[in-house]
């Protein structure tokens, strides 16, 4: 993701950010609603949010889930039974099989292995 200041950002792009970070967690949000919402062509303000954050909306969005799971299962109290569907969803992911997939190829790991790792 691009390290340009979030004042530099274009107003849009700064609005469908914010609309992102929001809702990223939240299962049921649904970025193609968002992207759609803009006064903007869906294809333009896709392209304009790569081009000023240097990655896709989904990639960003996607990347937030992330950071979110890796959180949750660092910080996962090992006296409770992990629970993978949990973290999935407390992500933004309503299907956890695709979440480990999603989470195995960005992570080179399993959920669970990289929970093992910090407990």
């Given at each position: 993701?691009?390290?340009?200041?979030?004042?530099?950002l274009?107003?849009?792009?700064?609005?469908?950010?914010?609309?992102i970070q929001k809702g990223f967690a939240d299962p049921d949000f649904k970025l193609d609603k968002c992207i759609h919402a803009m006064p903007f062509h869906y294809d333009y303000m896709r392209k304009l949010?790569?081009?000023?954050m240097g990655?896709?909306?989904?990639?960003?969005?996607t990347e937030l889930r992330m950071q979110r799971a890796g959180?949750?299962?660092?910080n996962w109290n090992p006296a409770?039974?992990?629970c993978i569907g949990c973290v999935a969803e407390q992500s933004g992911f309503s299907d956890a099989l695709y979440f480990s997939r999603v989470f195995k190829k960005h992570y080179g790991q399993s959920p669970s292995d990289y929970y093992k790792e910090y407990h």
């Open positions: 993701m691009s390290d340009r200041s979030i004042d530099d274009p107003k849009p792009v700064e609005r469908l950010r914010s609309m949010f790569r081009k000023e990655v896709s909306p989904l990639c960003y969005m959180e949750l299962l660092r409770d039974r992990l």
